[in-house]
């Protein structure tokens, strides 16, 4: 007996048939003997709607209406929800977020948790009841209604199975788990059963959408163990979870790419102290978040200074760098939109060395070549040309073994 914490996501309650299968799903845990607690989101379109009927009416509609307009999409779907599991003979209580008593700043649009006061939760359980609460939502200490930002329902999931010390947190969408890379690319993608908080975050942050980003870092912070599973079909789903002492862990556990990369250059800078600030400083000033940087060597007092950013910063950063040119004395800035990022991700590597040269290797093998690299302890990440995206990510899929669960993973001089 467990307690257990279901989120389902926009699709997974994006009809009434599909709510009733939601409400079938809860009623066969609550059959197993396990406490359910049930967040829901809108259902799929439904927040997209909404704010599309705000700036009808609004340009840019105050963001203290916008959050009491976009929460009701959950406010529906507990209802229904809960209609379906009284209609069943299940015991059930809604709530909306303030009714919980989900605690928020008063950041409308992208309120952070301040406290979760469960209480009623907590008596719903003792009295065998399950309780559906709206997720991405909460009330700030005005009382006003905030909401936490989209995908926030899965932030919700989390916190509630924190506060109330659950055994799981399951998310469930319209996919079976987390992949070793996306399926679209590489075919031969697989289903990972687990996966570190530190992989994820790093798949997370990579591109791969299955999770709000947040939600996992919470998950991380409060030990909460977190299932990615498809509300359409049943299986094991992708655990999210800490790494096991006791087992070796895979080499890598995933590819993660990236589309949206723009590179910049300044060539010929003067090499002394201050520059990198100097160059990166009004970049940052204005709001432009900078991903990989490589400083070469300097000969002769100059050196060649590269970053990459977001591809929709590409012209501003163009143009603040343009003048740091003039202002330093450089000789010429370049820039290079077509190109991409793609990242190996697994724990793994820590204790392996030869992971960086399969990598290279691999890429070489097909006639790929590296514009930049950079490494942290769980992770490789390369810029090549955007043309060759698909060919790397199937290249390093296969060369490292995660096409086929039985493969063994070759890493020239292994040893830790
Ligand atoms: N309904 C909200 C959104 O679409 C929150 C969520 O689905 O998690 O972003
Ligand atoms: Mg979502």
Request: proline share 4%; aromatic share 0%; hydrophobic share 45%.
């Given at each position: 007996m467990a307690l257990i914490v279901q989120k389902y996501g926009g699709t997974s309650v994006g009809s009434?048939?599909?709510?009733?299968?939601?409400?079938?799903?809860?009623?066969?845990?609550?059959?197993?003997?396990?406490?359910?607690?049930?967040v829901v989101s809108a259902m799929s379109g439904e927040t997209n709607r909404l704010l599309e009927l705000a700036r009808s009416l609004h340009p840019s509609p105050p963001a203290r209406l916008s959050d009491l307009l976009v929460s009701t999409g959950e406010q529906v779907t507990i209802s229904l929800l809960g209609m379906a599991l009284e209609n069943r003979g299940c015991p059930t209580r809604c709530y909306t977020g303030a009714q919980v008593r989900i605690l928020t700043d008063s950041a409308h649009s992208k309120a952070r948790i301040q406290e979760i006061d469960a209480k009623v939760l907590t008596e719903d359980m003792k009295a065998g009841r399950v309780a559906v609460v709206a997720g991405f939502q909460g009330v700030d200490p005005t009382g006003a209604i905030t909401t936490l930002g989209r995908g926030g329902s899965d932030t919700t999931a989390v916190a509630l199975a924190a506060a109330l010390k659950a055994d799981e947190c399951q998310i469930y969408t319209d996919v079976d788990g987390v992949y070793t890379t996306d399926p679209r690319v590489v075919a031969k993608a697989r289903r990972l059963k687990r996966i570190t908080f530190e992989e994820m975050l790093e798949m997370a942050s990579l591109g791969s959408k299955i999770l709000q980003i947040r939600a996992v870092e919470f998950a991380g912070k409060y030990h909460v163990p977190l299932r990615v599973l498809s509300s359409f079909e049943d299986g094991p789903g992708t655990l999210i979870t800490f790494e096991d002492e006791t087992m070796e862990e895979p080499l890598i556990s995933g590819i993660a790419f990236h589309r949206d990369e723009a590179k910049l250059t300044v060539l010929g800078v003067p090499d002394r102290p201050g520059i990198a600030g100097a160059i990166l400083g009004p970049v940052s000033d204005a709001n432009i978040e900078v991903d990989m940087i490589v400083q070469n060597i300097s000969q002769s007092g100059a050196t060649d200074f590269t970053f990459t950013i977001h591809r929709n910063d590409y012209e501003k950063a163009l143009q603040i760098l343009e003048k740091t040119c003039n202002d330093l004395g450089a000789r010429e800035v370049y820039g290079d939109t077509k190109i991409v990022k793609l990242s190996l991700v697994g724990v793994g590597m820590r204790s392996h060395a030869g992971v960086a040269s399969t990598m290279f290797k691999a890429l070489a093998d097909e006639g790929i070549n590296i514009q930049m690299i950079s490494t942290s302890e769980i992770k490789i990440s390369v810029v090549i040309e955007e043309k060759y995206l698909e060919l790397g990510v199937r290249a390093l899929h296969s060369a490292f073994g995660l096409d086929d669960e039985s493969a063994q993973v070759q890493v020239e001089g292994q040893g830790s």
């Open positions: 009434p048939e599909r709510i009733e299968r939601v409400a079938e799903r809860v009623i066969t845990a609550r059959e197993a003997g396990h406490d359910v607690i049930v």
